[in-house]
């Protein structure tokens, strides 16, 4: 005996609007949310430079911001030197990269410093820069 459903029949776009709205919002969710990656949460102006760089998704972040003296951040945490040596022994097992947040206005040695430091433990540097403005 064959079994016959008596519901209406439903058109298929009942089906396949919900999923076009699905991908729609992740897309906007992730077109979105890609301009967060690699921000530290430290505001600094930073300088204009027309090179990128690309394959420093998961890098360290540490950030030198203009008018603290010897004031560093890594990954969002106020550190001293010695600490940030430290703080980049410890985290040797991890990703091995460091992305250099340098203020426009922060000393030029103070920036090349806390990038030799982390050269001299192995660590791939990049320095962050902005677009030049056309």
Do not use: C
Not at 20 to 39: D, K, R
Not at 82 to 100: D, H, S, T
């Amino acid at each position: 005996m064959k079994l016959e459903s008596h519901l209406p029949k439903q058109s298929p776009w009942l089906y396949t609007v919900p999923l076009l709205n699905t991908i729609l919002l992740l897309l906007v969710y992730f077109l979105l949310t890609s301009n967060f990656v690699v921000q530290s949460g430290i505001k600094v102006e930073h300088p204009e430079s027309s090179s990128r760089l690309t394959g420093f998704d998961r890098a360290h972040i540490i950030t030198v911001p203009a008018g603290l003296e010897n004031a560093v951040y890594f990954d969002g945490v106020r550190s001293s030197t010695a600490e940030l040596r430290e703080r980049l022994k410890a985290n040797r097992e991890g990703e091995r990269r460091a992305i250099i947040h340098g203020a426009k206005q922060a000393p030029h040695g103070r920036v090349i410093e806390v990038g030799n430091i982390a050269l001299e433990l192995g660590y791939e540097v990049a320095y962050s820069t902005v677009p030049p403005k056309s």
